[in-house]
């Protein structure tokens, strides 16, 4: 990239190698992938609607193609368009990195996209997100917690805390830590439970399990061989809602143990061998750009803090 007379940087990245790309615009076009809609790309730049949108349009004519698919919900990344990411973060990044060295402020702002677990982000990231707020007003961060259908390898997400390590795509991975199980029940629920001769066996209890579409999961597994053929107290979509049937007394289910200490549960095996490891995914096109090193920095050390909760 190089400054032109006007102060503006511009790159030679268009489609004939001969248009000279405005920054401004580059800029543009990153806010609105990032936001995914104008109103949202507005809110960074601080810019009109009609500027973002003549930039984008500008930008579009420079590389000969359309860079959005325009959706009544919004902007969305044409093939074209998601190529053109990488290049526009280097562009990005240079620029990041002229400003800083001209000892200008250079604050971390932005829209991350986050995608991780429910219940890492109610009991783990919300309670602490106060601090990546304090330390960086001007970023903005989107949790995404229906992680089974996002792929950060189609930038669905910049970056993951997730518990099953992908196996494809262009992400980098770091292994953070560990995230416990075990078999819980409320201390009523245990008050009435019929003793059984052998503590292994759970044949007169009531179990909370998960619905058939989640037959797949380690936990509803495991469920499934202690009933041997009866059917659950009650069976739910999510962990949510097992915490709470199982603090109400409703049955045993097996719970992280960071959730279920805290809420006086009584640990009856907290070795079921279903331990899962805490993976911090990242695309790897992204892994030097600001406010993406902020987030994975926060989740880093979130979890280094809450290693003994999380472990149990």
């Known amino acids: 990239m190089h400054i032109d007379e006007t102060g503006k940087g511009v790159s030679k990245i268009g489609k004939h190698g001969t248009e000279d790309l405005v920054w401004d615009d580059i800029r543009a076009f990153l806010a609105v992938a990032r936001a995914g809609t ?22 579009e004519a420079a590389v000969g193609h359309p860079l959005f698919a325009r959706h009544q919900s919004g902007y969305r990344l044409t093939e074209d368009g998601a190529a053109l990411i990488p290049r526009a973060e280097e562009m990005e990044a240079s620029a990041l990195a002229l400003t800083s060295g001209l000892g200008r402020d250079t604050a971390v ?26 330390d960086y007003p ?5 949790i ?9 390898h189609r930038r669905d997400a910049d970056i993951a805390l997730r518990m ?19 078999l819980y029940g ?12 052998d503590a292994s066996r759970f044949d007169q209890d009531a179990l909370i399990g998960w619905t058939d579409a989640y037959a797949h999961l380690p936990a509803a597994q495991w469920v499934e061989r202690v009933l041997k053929g009866r059917a659950p107290a009650l069976a739910t979509t999510s962990l949510a809602t097992q915490l709470t049937a199982c603090a109400t ?13 805290p809420r006086g549960l009584v640990c009856l095996d907290g070795d079921l061998g279903l331990d899962q490891t805490i ?16 987030v994975a920095d926060f989740l880093r050390a979130l979890v280094e803090d809450r290693r003994g909760d999380l472990s149990g």
């Open 144 to 152: 995404v917690t229906d992680v089974a259908t996002v792929n950060l």
């Open 186 to 197: 409320a201390p009523a629920y245990m008050a009435t439970r019929p003793a059984p001769a």
């Open 138 to 142: 001007l970023l903005s961060l989107e």
């Open 249 to 261: 007394g409703l049955g045993l289910a097996i719970l992280p143990h960071f959730l279920a200490r």
């Open 38 to 59: 104008l109103s949202g790309a507005v809110q960074q730049m601080e810019v009109g609607i009609a500027t973002v949108s003549r930039r984008i349009e500008r930008l």
């Open 109 to 134: 702002s932005g829209v991350v996209r986050l995608a991780t677990a429910e219940n890492l982000a109610t009991g783990l990231i919300l309670p602490a997100l106060g601090r990546l707020r304090a």
């Open 279 to 294: 993976w911090l995914v990242t695309h790897s096109d992204l892994l030097q750009t600001r406010r993406v090193r902020a």
């Open 164 to 182: 099953v390590k992908p196996d494809r795509g262009n992400v980098s991975l770091q292994r953070l830590g560990r995230l416990g199980f075990g």
